[in-house]
């Protein structure tokens, strides 16, 4: 990992600790004139990307004891995302209302 992007309310502390990692840390700081919920450019795809693995049974909670073991289970999963949006197929039936 080279590069984070962190929320505005982590503070110097963060970028210290990532600099002595060697990691560029980048608060992404909210536009004050926004009201409500508005989607952080970059930030969005990394909690968009996380929502989408939530569909996946054993991605909800931390069955796996073994970092292997969970990196092949969301490989698996984004493979099944990634399939589905070239097939142009829908989400499961029990998926839908």
Not at 31 to 43: I, L, M, S, T
Not at 49 to 74: C, K, Q, W
Request: aromatic share 8%; glycine share 6%.
């Amino acid at each position: 990992m080279t590069k984070a992007l962190v929320d505005q309310g982590f503070k110097k502390k963060v970028v210290d600790h990532g600099r002595n990692h060697g990691i560029d840390v980048e608060i992404v700081e909210r536009n004050p004139d926004d009201k409500g919920f508005v989607p952080q450019a970059k930030r969005w795809i990394v909690e968009q990307t996380n929502g989408i693995l939530m569909f996946y049974r054993r991605l909800v909670r931390d069955y796996e004891h073994r970092p292997a073991s969970s990196r092949s289970r969301v490989l698996w999963a984004m493979t099944s995302v990634m399939s589905r949006r070239l097939t142009g197929a829908t989400l499961a039936s029990w998926r839908t209302a």
